[in-house]
């Protein structure tokens, strides 16, 4: 989609034809569905469907293609005689979050300034172009940034009006839901008092539709010119944390999924939930990687590359716990593993005295650099360098959780 940057059709109209898409959305389901749906559920997909998401542009994720070259007339503007030049035309890409129609969207208020993009919202991808008619770094750097200030002046004025909206969904889709509702109902009505009877093979419980899930940010490239490192975005990365904090929390209370399972049972279990939560990327399980077959890995599928490596071990004390630490950092972290975890799953009965053990421990390891705050109650950050480049940083997460039956 090419546009000029928040300016394409005013917020009323946008407001107005969004309001006359939702209730469109509501009356096309079609009466039966209406008046046999989960009324609740059915509201709750509508407010997920039509929430705008706020849009945020990561800086870190620029990338500069290599420039196209041509020619183009110019005059010089006292002689009357034209001249051709060399002109460099460059594709300059983020990533971005959020609903990308609202690139968009002229705000109420709104800086006087736009500059054409290029929005790809399937990739969350947007872009635009900078030209300069010389090899001058300064030059392309200086355009560039007036066009970024230029494409982007009014993204904050945009989010305002898409948590003005956002305020006023729930309200807007109760009401419009409920008039839709009664038109039905007042039709039936009529129908009984005239005695046309409803085909009673449409009087079953409708389902409604499964809320999507938010879209998660894929791996995105690191900030080089004419580079494409994959690696994980912190968004994924907090993501695929939380997933699995709260997988594991939920299994601690039902029993039946882990008592007498292994660590490669239980490691299925979050397989399970990893293997379809996020596009362009496969999770398997004892994959090897460098000097052995690790538990959990997440790759990007376009090139094979690695987005993160996880272990799963049962806590059998101090010094195992110190083993399991030195095996997943020397034998199976490449130099270009930044995000790992170690799952515990403990089943001594005094969790807490557990707990504050690993704490300690930790800090007792030669790979370990300082932590780096807290996700959960048992969830803990940690940054941790390589064994083979003491420059090389590694994210680490250790999560313990109580699977005492």
Same mark, same amino acid.
């Given at each position: 989609?090419?546009?000029? *940057? ?91 979050? $959020? ?17 054409? !993009? ?84 449409? *009087?079953? !419980?409708?389902? *409604? ?64 939930? /990893? ?64 995000? *790992?975890? /170690? ?11 557990? !707990? ?16 780096? $705050? ?32």
């Amino acid at each position: 989609m090419r546009v000029k *940057a928040f300016f394409e059709i005013d917020s009323f109209s946008f407001i107005d034809q969004l309001t006359e898409r939702l209730k469109k959305e509501i009356e096309g389901k079609g009466k039966e569905y209406i008046l046999g749906v989960d009324e609740n559920e059915c509201k709750k997909y509508l407010i997920s469907e039509f929430t705008l998401e706020p849009l945020k542009i990561d800086p870190s994720t620029e990338i500069i293609e290599k420039p196209t070259k041509t020619n183009e007339s110019r005059d010089d503007g006292f002689y009357g005689q034209r001249y051709e030049v060399e002109v460099y035309t460059f594709t300059v890409k983020y990533h971005f979050t $959020g609903s990308g129609v609202l690139f968009r969207i002229r705000p109420s208020q709104w800086v006087m300034t736009s500059h054409e !993009i290029y929005v790809d919202s399937k990739q969350s991808i947007v872009s635009f172009s900078v030209k300069i008619y010389r090899q001058d770094a300064e030059e392309f750097k200086k355009e560039k940034n007036q066009a970024y200030g230029s494409a982007f002046a009014n993204l904050n004025n945009a989010n305002v009006e898409a948590g003005s909206w956002n305020n006023r969904l729930e309200g807007l889709v109760n009401s419009s839901f409920t008039n839709i509702k009664t038109k039905f109902q007042n039709e039936n009505d009529f129908f009984a008092a005239i005695n046309i009877k409803v085909n009673p093979n449409t *009087a079953s !419980i409708f389902t *409604a539709p499964t809320i999507t899930k938010k879209v998660i940010p894929q791996p995105t490239v690191k900030n080089k010119e004419f580079s494409s490192e994959p690696m994980m975005s912190k968004e994924m990365y907090d993501d695929l944390l939380k997933v699995v904090y709260e997988s594991g929390k939920s299994m601690e209370k039902k029993p039946a999924l882990y008592k007498d399972k292994d660590e490669e049972g239980l490691r299925d279990q979050f397989l399970f939930v /990893l293997e379809t939560r996020y596009e362009e990327t496969t999770a398997t399980g004892e994959t090897f990687n460098r000097g052995g077959k690790t538990d959990i890995i997440l790759k990007y599928s376009k090139d094979g590359s690695n987005l993160f490596v996880a272990e799963c071990k049962f806590w059998h004390g101090a010094s195992e716990f110190q083993k399991a630490l030195s095996q997943l950092f020397d034998r199976y972290l490449t130099w270009r593993d930044s995000k *790992a975890a /170690l799952l515990m799953f403990v089943k001594n009965r005094d969790f807490s005295n557990v !707990i504050t053990t690993l704490k300690d421990e930790v800090k007792k390891h030669p790979y370990y650099k300082r932590d780096n $705050g807290t996700r959960g109650e048992t969830s803990f950050s940690y940054l941790f360098r390589l064994p083979q480049d003491e420059n090389k940083d590694v994210y680490f997460e250790i999560m313990l959780f109580h699977y005492d039956k």
